[in-house]
């Protein structure tokens, strides 16, 4: 038994699942690991989180968002106990009914779920905040370049260090611009492979949320970006549209001003995605995440088409390489 197992038990032996049974669960591009406990007699089960200090995120980050996301109203797992000193936390089971993997089994659901996936946006949006770190243009900027210094390093062996510069200039100019003015909770991760599917609970309790540990505070297109420009499912054009006109109407915000900073942050994002998966597949070992890319350039190219993105938008097709066959391979390659 390893150590990090010994500690394991030494907490879920103060718990009602001191004898149960242990199944791994699929983990994500984090150091965390997860189990699912089933108690021998009465069925119950929860879940284990493995989130080593110094490896992972630490977990009073996502026990401190977590009791604020419960506290007005929405679905994240009850804590039932907690060891913030070696990375474990024992979590309610919401079960395996991932947004994902319901809609490949029934995509004419679609509609159903991104609109209760909306609709917890709107209402965390809509309640006091929490205190967090700003994910501000700066720090924005420095992850777009990610593009850069990652991606398209590994593609070509090195990347054009004049035009990076150039387009963080322009870039951060562009976020100071079009991403100003109140903030709110952005979850930061926030997609059909981190949502659950409750449909025996009523309005917003009906999605469950996980992997919120990096909330920032943040513009509030940022989460509904996430959410529609996924590069893990395609999101019917419909749909997205759709989503954006109720979140608009809900909230009252200004129309060509929440669009505009809708493809001014789906950019960033897809920026940073570039370099996060290439990261990933060479310094990491990997390589699936490189099939990730093709869907995720599509919506950066996509987004590049918004006039607020003019300034850089040749400037990141020139430099960029695009995501071929050949270009993919070298990345698994690594």
């Known amino acids: ?29 984090s150091n965390r690991r997860y189990e699912r406990l089933t108690d021998p007699e009465t069925g ?18 996502f026990a401190r968002v977590d009791e604020y996301l419960r506290s007005i109203g929405l679905n994240a797992p009850e804590i039932y106990a907690e060891d913030t000193q ?19 089994q029934r995509p004419n659901m679609e509609r159903e779920l991104y609109e209760a996936a909306t609709d917890v946006l709107i209402d965390l949006h809509n309640a006091p905040s929490l205190s967090l770190q700003s994910y501000d243009p ?23 260090t004049d035009a990076r510069n150039r387009f963080e200039n322009r870039f951060s100019d562009i976020l100071h611009r079009e991403t100003s003015g109140s903030k709110v909770v952005v979850l930061r991760d926030y997609h059909a ?59 009252g915000v ?23 998966f290439a990261r990933l597949a060479t310094e990491y070992g990997k390589p699936s995440y490189v099939d990730l890319i093709p869907a995720t350039w599509a919506h950066l190219m996509r987004d590049l088409e918004h006039p607020a993105l ?14 071929n066959s050949e270009n993919l391979d070298r990345l698994r390659q690594k």
């Open 193 to 251: 492979e981190n949502l659950i599917w409750l449909p025996d609970r009523e309005g917003v309790k009906r999605v469950g949320l996980l992997d919120f540990q990096t909330a920032m505070l943040g513009h509030p297109a940022y989460d509904l970006v996430s959410l529609l420009q996924d590069v893990r499912r395609d999101v019917a054009p419909g749909t997205e549209m759709r989503m954006v006109n109720r979140y608009i109407a809900a909230t």
């Open 86 to 104: 070696y990375g474990f936390l024992l979590l309610e089971d919401l079960g395996d009914d991932l947004f994902a993997r319901v809609l490949r």
């Open 44 to 61: 119950k089960t929860a879940v284990l989180m493995d989130s080593p200090p110094g490896k992972a995120e630490s977990v009073q980050s």
């Open 138 to 160: 700066t720090l924005m900027t420095e992850l777009a370049a990610l593009s850069f210094t990652k991606y398209a390093q590994a593609v070509l062996g090195t990347h054009d």
């Open 254 to 276: 200004n129309d060509h001003d929440f669009r505009t900073a809708y493809a001014v942050l789906g950019a960033q994002r897809n920026l940073r995605i570039l370099g996060v």
């Open 310 to 323: 003019v300034s850089v938008a040749d400037l990141l097709r020139n430099a960029l390489p695009a995501p």
């Open 1 to 29: 038994m390893t150590n990090r197992a010994v500690l394991a038990e030494a907490l879920i032996a103060q718990t009602p699942w001191a004898n149960a049974t242990h199944v791994p669960l699929a983990g994500d591009a």
